[in-house]
C-alpha cells in the first residue's frame, strides 16, 4: 500500500501544483492544430511540427493534433511542419494571450512519381520526447522496405532491433524475450487475439488501411496493460475526407479492394482482401499442399459536424477476418480461425482549452476450432469475448506539462475445449473483469528535460489470484547537449490472459487463450530500460538502447500433464536483457538503415533454465533505398541472426507404436526408430541471413494511378535452415529464391 | 557482388551430440491370454541421419525380467525369437511367461534387472471390468434406427478405450465349414471413389455407434463376387470393449499428438512410466458381448443365420 500511496500522493500533487500556472500565466498562449494530407484529410501522426522563432518543437499525436503552449503573445511566429513522404508546409500565426489559436496545416503529398523522405524540425521535437523504446512506422516507410509476397505489418518489424521472429514461415514476433502472447495488439485502441493469417505466415492487416503503427518495445506508459511485454499500436486510416477514391491490388496470393470517400460531415473506407491462389503457400510450407483460403475486411466511418457538436469526431470501427483449412477427405481434419471486431469512440477537443479525449467501446472476438472429422485428430476449441471501455483525457498545461488520465474496463470470457498430448481433457471456461485507472504527469516544460511519470491502478484482475495492485510506469529524457540524449524507462507489467502455447513447435495452429488460472499468479514483468540518442546532424540518427526484462510467474505449457485434473501450466520465470543499436540516415533520394542487436533470453522452469525457441544472440540488418527519380524506387535490406537454439539428438531407440487396438503380437515389426533429444535448446542452428530487393515503379495513366513492385525475396538463394526432421533426417529449410510481384491501381 | 560471393550460401548442420546409454522395456499384459512378452532394448546410433540404417539387433538379452503382484511373481524366460523382417529372417531376444493370465483391478510391479545389474521397473494396475449398458435398441438391425448404439460404464474414469464390432461366420469352402472373423467399422467414407472403412480410436467416449450401412456393407463384403450366399452362415455379432490402464492411455495419447498436420514440432515429448528407463508398462482388458440379431437380417443377404445369442462371454 505504501507503494500506491506514494503514486497517488505524487499525482496528485503534480495536478495541483502544475494546473494552477493556468491561472497564473500571464502574457501568453496556446497555438494547436491538426496535421493532414491536403488530398485526402487524412490525419497525419507523429509529423513534426516546429516553431521556427523558439526552435522549439513537438510531434502529432495518434489524431494528428499538435499543441504549443506558453507562447509569448503578440509576436509574429513561423510554424513549419513536416511528414514523410510531404512537402514540408510553413505558416505564420500572431499568438494572442490566454487564448488558444487555431493552426490547421494540410501538407501536400511529394508529386506521385517522387518518393521523397522529409523529417524538418525531428531534432528539436525529440530532445525532450520520453520515447526509450519507441519505435514509430509510417505507412511512407513501410512502402520503401522490400516487399514480400505481402506487404506485411508484422514482418516489418523484423527490421527493428530488438524484435524476433522464428523463421520465414511464420510472423509471429518476440520482443526483448517476452513470448508472443506478451505482445498487446491494438487496432484503434482494440486488442486483437490472432492477428495472423495463413498459419501465422501473414498478419491480418492490410497495410492498404494503416494510417500508422508505433510499437513499444517495452517501458510502455500508463495507458496501456494487460500485457507483460509490448504494445503495437495499430491506427487506421479515416478515409478521403475531399473526394472518392477507389484502388485495387493484386499479389501472388491475395486480390483487395479499396474505397474511401467522403460523407456528409466526416468519411468511410473500406477494404476488404482475399486469397485467390494457394500454390505461393508451398513456398513458405516445404511444398507441402495446403488448401488454405482466406478474407479479411475492414471498415471505417468518421463524421465531425461542427453544428451537431464543436470540436468533436465520432467513430464507427470494424474488422472481420477467417481462415479456413477445408479438406475434402472426411479422414483429414479441418480449420477454422475468426477475428471480429467492432467499435465506436467519441473524441473531443475542448474548446478554448487545451483538452483532448475521447471516450470508446469496443468488442472483439475470436474463435479457433480444429474440426477432426473422422481424423485422429482431437478437437480444439477456443473462444474469446472481450467487451472494453475506455476512456482517455489529456490536458496540456502552460508550462507545456501534459496530464494524461483514464479509465480502461474489460469483461473477457474465454472457453476451452482440447485435449492434449496425453490424452488429457481441458475444458476451462472463464470470465473475469479488468478495471484499470491511469494517470500520468509529462513533465516537458524544459527543451532538454522530459518526464513522463505515471502509474496504473489494476483496481480488479480478471484471474481471482490478482488483487489490486499499482504498476508504476516512469520515463525520463536528458539532452545535456542537443545532439545528445540520454533515456531511461522503467516499469511494472502485468498480464492474466495467457496463451498456451507450445513451445517446441515452430509452425503453431492453435495458440488458444485463457484467463490465467487460479492455481497461478499473474505474470508480472519489470523493465529496465536506458538509452542514447545521437543527433549531430539533421537526418542522422544513432540511437543506443539497452534493457533488462525480469519476469516472474511466467506460465509454461506442462508438457506432463497426463490427468484431467493435472494442471495445463506450471509456473516459470523468464529474464532477458541485451543492447540494441540503430543508426539511420536519410534525405530527399536515400534512406539508410543499420542496426545491430546483442541480446540473452532465458526462461527457467523447476529450476532448469534454458533459452527459449527465439534467443538470438545476435541480430544484424541493414537497409538501403534509393529513390532513383521519376518514379522509380529501388530498396534492399539484409537480415543476418545468429542461429536460433535446438535440442541436439543423442541418438535413436525403437519405440513401440501402438497402431492397432489389438496389439499386433508382432512386436518387432511394431517398433520404429525414435530419437533420443539431449539438453533442451542447449545447440544452435547455423546463422541466417537473407537479402531481399524490391523495384518498385509508380506512373500516371490519365486518372489511374499505377505501382508495380517487384520484389525478389533470399536474392543468394541462402539456405536457411527452418529444422531438421528427425524422423526423415531431412533438412527443411526456409524460403528459397522467390520472385513476386504485386500491382496496384488507384482510379 | 564480392559480398554476395564470400558469404555462405548453405551451413552444415550436425544436429547430434553423444549422449548416456539409454535402456527401453516394452511390456503391455493382456487379460485375454496367458502368455505376456517383455521386450528390452538399448539406444542406438546411426549414420546419415538414417536409423534405419543400423541394423543390428538392439534387444539385450541375459536379463532377468520379474512381474509381482499381490503376493506372487512370475519369472519372464529370456527366450530368442526369430522372426522375418522384411524377407530377411532374424533373432531377438524376448522374455516370455506362458502361465500369466492378468485379472481385472490388479497392480502388478515390473522388474527388469540387466546384465550389468542396472535395474528398470515400472507399475501398472489392470482397469475393472466394465457394466455394459442394457438397451432393448441393442439388436441388430435396431427397430426404430439406422445406427446401433452401444453403452458401458468404468468404475475409473479417464481410461481410454475402444470397442469394435465384429461378426463371426462360416464359409462352406469344398464342402468344410471354414471360420472366419469380419470387423465392422464405424462406417465408410467414400474417398476417390473407394469405400475406406472407418474405425473407432481409443478415447475418453464409452459408447460406440455404428451406422446400420456399415454393418450391411461388412455383411456384403464377406460374399462380394461369390453368387451362392447360402454358403455362408452368420453365427453371432460380438462387440469388444478394451479398457487401457493409465499408462497405456497417456501412452497411446502421445503417439496421437503429432496429427495437427501442419503443425511443425521439434521436441515432442516422449511419455514413459518406466524408471530409469524408457518405453512402456501397461496393461488393458478386453471384454466381449454378444450383440442380438434378427434371421431376417442374415436372410436378407441370403445368407444362413447361426445363433440368435444375448448372451454374455
Same mark, same amino acid.
Given at each position: 500500500?505504501?507503494?500506491?500511496?506514494?503514486?497517488?500522493?505524487?499525482?496528485?500533487?503534480?495536478?495541483?501544483?502544475?494546473?494552477?500556472?493556468?491561472?497564473?500565466?500571464?502574457?501568453?498562449?496556446?497555438?494547436?492544430?491538426?496535421?493532414?494530407?491536403?488530398?485526402?484529410?487524412?490525419?497525419?501522426?507523429?509529423?513534426?511540427?516546429?516553431?521556427?522563432?523558439?526552435?522549439?518543437?513537438?510531434?502529432?499525436?495518434?489524431?494528428?493534433?499538435?499543441?504549443?503552449?506558453?507562447?509569448?503573445?503578440?509576436?509574429?511566429?513561423?510554424?513549419?511542419?513536416?511528414?514523410?513522404?510531404?512537402?514540408?508546409?510553413?505558416?505564420?500565426?500572431?499568438?494572442?494571450?490566454?487564448?488558444?489559436?487555431?493552426?490547421?496545416? =494540410?501538407?501536400?503529398?511529394?508529386?506521385?512519381?517522387?518518393?521523397?523522405?522529409?523529417?524538418?524540425?525531428?531534432?528539436?521535437?525529440?530532445?525532450?520526447?520520453?520515447?526509450?523504446?519507441?519505435?514509430? +512506422?509510417?505507412?511512407?516507410?513501410?512502402?520503401?522496405?522490400?516487399?514480400?509476397?505481402?506487404?506485411?505489418?508484422?514482418?516489418?518489424?523484423?527490421?527493428?532491433?530488438?524484435?524476433?521472429?522464428?523463421?520465414?514461415?511464420?510472423?509471429?514476433?518476440?520482443?526483448?524475450?517476452?513470448?508472443?502472447?506478451?505482445?498487446?495488439?491494438?487496432?484503434?485502441?482494440?486488442?486483437?487475439?490472432?492477428?495472423?493469417?495463413?498459419?501465422?505466415?501473414?498478419?491480418?492487416?492490410?497495410?492498404?488501411?494503416?494510417?500508422?503503427?508505433?510499437?513499444?518495445?517495452?517501458?510502455?506508459?500508463?495507458?496501456?496493460?494487460?500485457?507483460?511485454?509490448?504494445?503495437?499500436?495499430?491506427?487506421?486510416?479515416?478515409?478521403?475526407?475531399?473526394?472518392?477514391?477507389?484502388?485495387?491490388?493484386?499479389?501472388?496470393?491475395?486480390?483487395?479492394?479499396?474505397?474511401?470517400?467522403?460523407?456528409?460531415?466526416?468519411?468511410?473506407?473500406?477494404?476488404?482482401?482475399?486469397?485467390?491462389?494457394?500454390?505461393?503457400?508451398?513456398?513458405?510450407?516445404?511444398?507441402?499442399?495446403?488448401?488454405?483460403?482466406?478474407?479479411?475486411?475492414?471498415?471505417?466511418?468518421?463524421?465531425?459536424?461542427?453544428?451537431?457538436?464543436?470540436?468533436?469526431?465520432?467513430?464507427?470501427?470494424?474488422?472481420?477476418?477467417?481462415?479456413?483449412?477445408?479438406?475434402?477427405?472426411?479422414?483429414?481434419?479441418?480449420?477454422?480461425?475468426?477475428?471480429?471486431?467492432?467499435?465506436?469512440?467519441?473524441?473531443?477537443?475542448?474548446?478554448?482549452?487545451?483538452?483532448?479525449?475521447?471516450?470508446?467501446?469496443?468488442?472483439?472476438?475470436?474463435?479457433?476450432?480444429?474440426?477432426?472429422?473422422?481424423?485422429?485428430?482431437?478437437?480444439?476449441?477456443?473462444?474469446?469475448?472481450?467487451?472494453?471501455?475506455?476512456?482517455?483525457?489529456?490536458?496540456?498545461?502552460?508550462?507545456?506539462?501534459?496530464?494524461?488520465?483514464?479509465?480502461?474496463?474489460?469483461? +473477457?470470457?474465454?472457453?476451452?475445449?482440447?485435449?492434449?498430448?496425453?490424452?488429457?481433457?481441458?475444458?476451462?471456461?472463464?470470465?473475469?473483469?479488468?478495471?484499470?485507472?491511469?494517470?500520468?504527469?509529462?513533465?516537458?516544460?524544459?527543451?532538454?528535460?522530459?518526464?513522463?511519470?505515471?502509474?496504473?491502478?489494476?483496481?480488479?484482475?480478471?484471474?481471482?489470484?490478482?488483487?489490486?495492485?499499482?504498476?508504476?510506469?516512469?520515463?525520463?529524457?536528458?539532452?545535456? +547537449?542537443?545532439?545528445?540524449?540520454?533515456?531511461?524507462?522503467?516499469?511494472?507489467?502485468?498480464?492474466?490472459?495467457?496463451?498456451?502455447?507450445?513451445?517446441?513447435?515452430?509452425?503453431?495452429?492453435?495458440?488458444?487463450?485463457?484467463?490465467?488460472?487460479?492455481?497461478?499468479?499473474? =505474470?508480472?514483468?519489470?523493465?529496465?530500460?536506458?538509452?542514447?540518442?545521437?543527433?549531430?546532424?539533421?537526418?542522422?540518427?544513432?540511437?543506443?538502447?539497452?534493457?533488462?526484462?525480469?519476469?516472474?510467474?511466467?506460465?509454461?505449457?506442462?508438457?506432463?500433464?497426463?490427468?484431467?485434473?493435472?494442471?495445463?501450466?506450471?509456473?516459470?520465470?523468464?529474464?532477458?536483457?541485451?543492447?540494441?543499436?540503430?543508426?539511420?540516415?536519410?534525405?530527399?533520394?536515400?534512406?539508410?538503415? +543499420?542496426?545491430?542487436?546483442?541480446?540473452?533470453?532465458?526462461?527457467?522452469?523447476?529450476?532448469?533454465?534454458?533459452?527459449?525457441?527465439?534467443?538470438?544472440?545476435?541480430?544484424?540488418?541493414?537497409?538501403?533505398?534509393?529513390?532513383?527519380?521519376?518514379?522509380?524506387?529501388?530498396?534492399?535490406?539484409?537480415?543476418?541472426?545468429?542461429?536460433?537454439?535446438?535440442?541436439?539428438?543423442?541418438?535413436?531407440?525403437?519405440?513401440?507404436?501402438?497402431?492397432?487396438?489389438?496389439?499386433?503380437?508382432?512386436?518387432?515389426?511394431?517398433?520404429?526408430?525414435?530419437?533420443?533429444?539431449?539438453?533442451?535448446?542447449?545447440?544452435?542452428?547455423?546463422?541466417?541471413?537473407?537479402?531481399?530487393?524490391?523495384?518498385?515503379?509508380?506512373?500516371?495513366?490519365?486518372?489511374?494511378?499505377?505501382?508495380?513492385?517487384?520484389?525478389?525475396?533470399?536474392?543468394?538463394?541462402?539456405?536457411?535452415?527452418?529444422?531438421?526432421?528427425?524422423?526423415?533426417?531431412?533438412?527443411?529449410?526456409?524460403?528459397?529464391?522467390?520472385?513476386?510481384?504485386?500491382?496496384?491501381?488507384?482510379? | 557482388?564480392?559480398?554476395?560471393?564470400?558469404?555462405?550460401?548453405?551451413?552444415?548442420?550436425?544436429?547430434?551430440?553423444?549422449?548416456?546409454?539409454?535402456?527401453?522395456?516394452?511390456?503391455?499384459?493382456?487379460?485375454?491370454?496367458?502368455?505376456?512378452?517383455?521386450?528390452?532394448?538399448?539406444?542406438?546410433?546411426?549414420?546419415?541421419?538414417?536409423?534405419?540404417?543400423?541394423?543390428?539387433?538392439?534387444?539385450?538379452?541375459?536379463?532377468?525380467?520379474?512381474?509381482?503382484?499381490?503376493?506372487?511373481?512370475?519369472?519372464?524366460?529370456?527366450?530368442?525369437?526369430?522372426?522375418?523382417?522384411?524377407?530377411?529372417?532374424?533373432?531377438?531376444?524376448?522374455?516370455?511367461?506362458?502361465?500369466?493370465?492378468?485379472?481385472?483391478?490388479?497392480?502388478?510391479?515390473?522388474?527388469?534387472?540387466?546384465?550389468?545389474?542396472?535395474?528398470?521397473?515400472?507399475?501398472?494396475?489392470?482397469?475393472?471390468?466394465?457394466?455394459?449398458?442394457?438397451?432393448?435398441?441393442?439388436?441388430?438391425?435396431?427397430?426404430?434406427?439406422?445406427?446401433?448404439?452401444?453403452?458401458?460404464?468404468?468404475?475409473?474414469?479417464?481410461?481410454?478405450?475402444?470397442?469394435?464390432?465384429?461378426?463371426?461366420?462360416?464359409?462352406?469352402?469344398?464342402?468344410?465349414?471354414?471360420?472366419?472373423?469380419?470387423?465392422?467399422?464405424?462406417?465408410?467414407?467414400?474417398?476417390?471413389?473407394?469405400?475406406?472403412?472407418?474405425?473407432?480410436?481409443?478415447?475418453?467416449?464409452?459408447?460406440?455407434?455404428?451406422?446400420?450401412?456399415?454393418?450391411?456393407?461388412?455383411?456384403?463384403?464377406?460374399?462380394?463376387?461369390?453368387?451362392?450366399?447360402?454358403?455362408?452362415?452368420?453365427?453371432?455379432?460380438?462387440?469388444?470393449?478394451?479398457?487401457?490402464?493409465?499408462?497405456?492411455?497417456?501412452?497411446?495419447?502421445?503417439?496421437?499428438?503429432?496429427?495437427?498436420?501442419?503443425?511443425?514440432?521439434?521436441?515432442?515429448?516422449?511419455?514413459?512410466?518406466?524408471?530409469?528407463?524408457?518405453?512402456?508398462?501397461?496393461?488393458?482388458?478386453?471384454?466381449?458381448?454378444?450383440?442380438?440379431?434378427?434371421?431376417?437380417?442374415?436372410?436378407?443377404?441370403?445368407?444362413?443365420?447361426?445363433?440368435?445369442?444375448?448372451?454374455?462371454?
Amino acid at each position: 500500500m505504501s507503494r500506491i500511496n506514494f503514486y497517488l500522493f505524487f499525482l496528485i500533487s503534480s495536478i495541483i501544483l502544475f494546473s494552477t500556472q493556468r491561472i497564473y500565466s500571464q502574457g501568453v498562449g496556446t497555438i494547436r492544430g491538426q496535421v493532414t494530407d491536403i488530398k485526402t484529410g487524412e490525419a497525419l501522426l507523429y509529423a513534426n511540427v516546429l516553431i521556427k522563432e523558439l526552435q522549439t518543437g513537438t510531434s502529432t499525436n495518434d489524431r494528428g493534433y499538435f499543441v504549443f503552449t506558453s507562447i509569448p503573445q503578440n509576436k509574429d511566429y513561423t510554424i513549419v511542419a513536416s511528414y514523410v513522404g510531404y512537402e514540408e508546409k510553413t505558416l505564420t500565426v500572431v499568438v494572442q494571450a490566454n487564448r488558444v489559436t487555431e493552426l490547421n496545416f =494540410t501538407l501536400n503529398p511529394t508529386s506521385f512519381e517522387l518518393q521523397t523522405v522529409e523529417k524538418v524540425g525531428e531534432k528539436q521535437a525529440e530532445t525532450n520526447t520520453t520515447d526509450v523504446g519507441l519505435r514509430v +512506422i509510417t505507412m511512407k516507410e513501410l512502402e520503401s522496405m522490400p516487399q514480400g509476397v505481402e506487404t506485411d505489418l508484422f514482418r516489418s518489424l523484423q527490421y527493428v532491433p530488438g524484435v524476433k521472429t522464428t523463421g520465414d514461415i511464420s510472423s509471429r514476433y518476440y520482443i526483448r524475450g517476452g513470448s508472443a502472447d506478451q505482445n498487446l495488439i491494438l487496432l484503434n485502441g482494440a486488442a486483437v487475439y490472432n492477428p495472423f493469417h495463413a498459419l501465422g505466415i501473414f498478419s491480418i492487416f492490410d497495410p492498404e488501411i494503416v494510417n500508422s503503427m508505433e510499437l513499444y518495445k517495452g517501458g510502455f506508459p500508463a495507458e496501456f496493460g494487460g500485457k507483460a511485454s509490448s504494445v503495437l499500436n495499430i491506427i487506421t486510416k479515416d478515409g478521403n475526407k475531399n473526394k472518392f477514391n477507389a484502388s485495387a491490388a493484386i499479389s501472388l496470393l491475395t486480390g483487395k479492394v479499396l474505397l474511401e470517400g467522403p460523407i456528409p460531415h466526416g468519411s468511410y473506407i473500406i477494404s476488404g482482401r482475399k486469397t485467390y491462389s494457394n500454390s505461393i503457400f508451398k513456398k513458405f510450407l516445404n511444398n507441402q499442399d495446403v488448401p488454405l483460403d482466406f478474407y479479411d475486411f475492414s471498415f471505417k466511418v468518421n463524421y465531425a459536424n461542427e453544428e451537431f457538436s464543436e470540436g468533436t469526431k465520432i467513430v464507427l470501427h470494424g474488422f472481420t477476418s477467417q481462415d479456413k483449412i477445408n479438406r475434402n477427405s472426411e479422414l483429414s481434419e479441418d480449420y477454422k480461425w475468426q477475428n471480429n471486431l467492432f467499435g465506436v469512440k467519441w473524441f473531443q477537443v475542448a474548446k478554448n482549452t487545451p483538452v483532448f479525449w475521447d471516450i470508446g467501446m469496443t468488442m472483439s472476438t475470436y474463435q479457433g476450432e480444429i474440426i477432426p472429422k473422422l481424423s485422429n485428430v482431437k478437437p480444439q476449441l477456443n473462444d474469446v469475448k472481450d467487451l472494453s471501455f475506455k476512456t482517455n483525457i489529456n490536458y496540456v498545461l502552460n508550462s507545456r506539462d501534459e496530464v494524461v488520465f483514464g479509465f480502461d474496463i474489460k469483461d +473477457i470470457k474465454t472457453e476451452l475445449e482440447l485435449e492434449n498430448n496425453r490424452g488429457a481433457v481441458s475444458k476451462i471456461s472463464s470470465k473475469g473483469s479488468q478495471i484499470a485507472a491511469y494517470a500520468k504527469y509529462k513533465f516537458i516544460r524544459f527543451d532538454n528535460f522530459g518526464i513522463d511519470a505515471g502509474f496504473r491502478l489494476n483496481v480488479a484482475q480478471l484471474s481471482e489470484k490478482s488483487g489490486s495492485t499499482i504498476d508504476p510506469r516512469i520515463s525520463l529524457t536528458y539532452s545535456f +547537449i542537443p545532439q545528445v540524449s540520454v533515456k531511461l524507462a522503467y516499469g511494472i507489467y502485468q498480464q492474466d490472459l495467457i496463451t498456451l502455447t507450445k513451445e517446441d513447435q515452430i509452425l503453431t495452429l492453435f495458440e488458444p487463450w485463457l484467463i490465467t488460472p487460479d492455481y497461478l499468479e499473474p =505474470t508480472i514483468s519489470t523493465h529496465y530500460i536506458g538509452g542514447l540518442t545521437f543527433r549531430f546532424i539533421e537526418n542522422l540518427t544513432l540511437k543506443l538502447e539497452g534493457y533488462y526484462k525480469d519476469t516472474k510467474n511466467l506460465p509454461i505449457i506442462n508438457s506432463e500433464k497426463v490427468f484431467n485434473s493435472d494442471p495445463d501450466f506450471r509456473a516459470g520465470e523468464g529474464e532477458s536483457y541485451g543492447w540494441e543499436s540503430f543508426l539511420g540516415y536519410n534525405n530527399e533520394l536515400i534512406n539508410f538503415t +543499420i542496426s545491430y542487436t546483442n541480446s540473452w533470453s532465458y526462461k527457467t522452469l523447476d529450476g532448469w533454465r534454458y533459452y527459449p525457441k527465439y534467443d538470438i544472440r545476435h541480430s544484424f540488418n541493414t537497409g538501403l533505398s534509393i529513390n532513383i527519380g521519376k518514379g522509380w524506387l529501388i530498396s534492399g535490406m539484409w537480415i543476418y541472426n545468429s542461429g536460433l537454439p535446438f535440442t541436439q539428438l543423442t541418438g535413436y531407440y525403437d519405440k513401440y507404436i501402438i497402431n492397432d487396438i489389438y496389439f499386433d503380437e508382432d512386436y518387432f515389426s511394431s517398433t520404429e526408430p525414435y530419437t533420443l533429444l539431449g539438453d533442451k535448446n542447449i545447440a544452435r542452428l547455423p546463422d541466417y541471413h537473407r537479402l531481399d530487393l524490391t523495384l518498385s515503379k509508380k506512373l500516371s495513366l490519365g486518372s489511374l494511378n499505377m505501382t508495380f513492385n517487384f520484389s525478389i525475396l533470399n536474392v543468394y538463394d541462402r539456405k536457411n535452415i527452418l529444422y531438421f526432421n528427425r524422423e526423415t533426417g531431412e533438412r527443411v529449410n526456409m524460403l528459397p529464391f522467390l520472385p513476386s510481384a504485386t500491382l496496384k491501381v488507384d482510379f | 557482388m564480392i559480398f554476395i560471393l564470400i558469404i555462405s550460401c548453405e551451413d552444415d548442420l550436425n544436429p547430434f551430440i553423444k549422449g548416456e546409454d539409454v535402456f527401453i522395456v516394452n511390456c503391455i499384459l493382456k487379460n485375454d491370454r496367458g502368455v505376456q512378452t517383455v521386450y528390452l532394448s538399448k539406444n542406438y546410433q546411426a549414420e546419415n541421419f538414417d536409423p534405419k540404417s543400423n541394423t543390428e539387433d538392439h534387444s539385450i538379452g541375459n536379463g532377468f525380467v520379474r512381474v509381482f503382484f499381490k503376493d506372487s511373481v512370475k519369472i519372464f524366460s529370456d527366450t530368442l525369437v526369430t522372426q522375418n523382417i522384411d524377407g530377411n529372417e532374424k533373432s531377438f531376444n524376448s522374455y516370455i511367461n506362458s502361465n500369466f493370465l492378468t485379472k481385472p483391478n490388479t497392480e502388478y510391479e515390473l522388474e527388469a534387472v540387466l546384465n550389468d545389474g542396472r535395474k528398470l521397473r515400472a507399475f501398472t494396475k489392470t482397469p475393472n471390468k466394465v457394466s455394459f449398458i442394457p438397451d432393448s435398441n441393442n439388436i441388430i438391425p435396431p427397430p426404430d434406427k439406422n445406427y446401433i448404439s452401444v453403452g458401458w460404464s468404468t468404475v475409473e474414469d479417464q481410461l481410454y478405450s475402444s470397442a469394435r464390432f465384429k461378426f463371426i461366420y462360416f464359409k462352406n469352402e469344398n464342402g468344410k465349414q471354414v471360420r472366419y472373423e469380419k470387423e465392422v467399422p464405424r462406417t465408410y467414407v467414400l474417398e476417390n471413389n473407394v469405400y475406406v472403412p472407418y474405425y473407432p480410436v481409443p478415447s475418453y467416449l464409452q459408447r460406440i455407434n455404428v451406422e446400420m450401412i456399415a454393418f450391411d456393407r461388412a455383411m456384403a463384403e464377406i460374399s462380394e463376387g461369390d453368387p451362392d450366399k447360402k454358403n455362408y452362415t452368420i453365427l453371432t455379432f460380438i462387440l469388444e470393449i478394451l479398457v487401457y490402464d493409465k499408462n497405456l492411455t497417456a501412452y497411446y495419447a502421445s503417439r496421437s499428438e503429432l496429427g495437427e498436420s501442419f503443425a511443425i514440432t521439434t521436441n515432442e515429448s516422449d511419455y514413459t512410466n518406466i524408471s530409469g528407463g524408457r518405453g512402456i508398462f501397461g496393461s488393458f482388458i478386453k471384454q466381449r458381448f454378444a450383440v442380438r440379431f434378427t434371421h431376417e437380417y442374415i436372410k436378407s443377404f441370403g445368407y444362413e443365420p447361426g445363433l440368435t445369442s444375448s448372451i454374455n462371454e
